[in-house]
């Protein structure tokens, strides 16, 4: 019974100080960044027009990396670049060497794709509205542009370069 009142104070005082109702507080995570943010808007305005068929592989510009980067993590920041690059450079292989005769379009620096078909009508891609940083958009000159996905690139200029 002696001991139960000795150690009534220290219970309590761990109940007191030790419960808090904030997770992050709680969890000390308090400040720590976001494993995943909206893509920032593009610094440029420009217009790139494509007429070709072409496999369009656009990046984001500058300021966009840095903004990302800014917000995230470290690890995580270089995790998603290691990514990117690694699928950018994967997708470009299969293009050079499933698709040669497939023109292939590099873009930074831009925010509109302006896509113009053989019967002259325009589509035009906001790659501010396009959530991936990075990706590649396919255009056959007849049919709307489609963005692909970038680990089944393959499956992605079969299923559009299909004829119906």
């Not at 699928?87 to 005769?101: F, I, L, N």
């Not at 925010?111 to 906001?126: M, T």
């Not at 959530?131 to 007849?142: A, I, P």
Request: hydrophobic share 40%; with cysteine; glycine share 6%.
């Amino acid at each position: 019974m002696e001991l139960l009142i000795r150690c009534l104070p220290l219970v309590a005082g761990m109940l007191l100080f030790g419960c808090t109702r904030d997770p992050a507080v709680r969890s000390g995570v308090q400040g720590s960044r976001p494993r995943h943010v909206g893509k920032p808007p593009a610094r440029a305005r420009d217009t790139v027009r494509i007429g070709i068929p072409a496999a369009v592989f656009f990046y984001p510009d500058s300021l966009q990396l840095a903004t990302v980067k800014a917000l995230l993590d470290t690890s995580v920041y270089q995790a998603i670049m290691h990514d990117y690059f690694y699928q950018m450079r994967y997708a470009g292989k299969v293009v050079r060497e499933s698709w040669p005769a497939l023109s292939t379009v590099s873009v930074k620096d831009h925010r509109y794709l302006l896509f113009v078909k053989e019967d002259s009508s325009r589509k035009c891609i906001d790659l501010d509205k396009v959530s991936d940083l990075y990706g590649v958009c396919l255009f056959d000159g007849r049919k709307d542009p489609a963005l692909a996905d970038l680990p089944n690139i393959n499956t992605a200029l079969g299923f559009y370069f299909k004829e119906h």
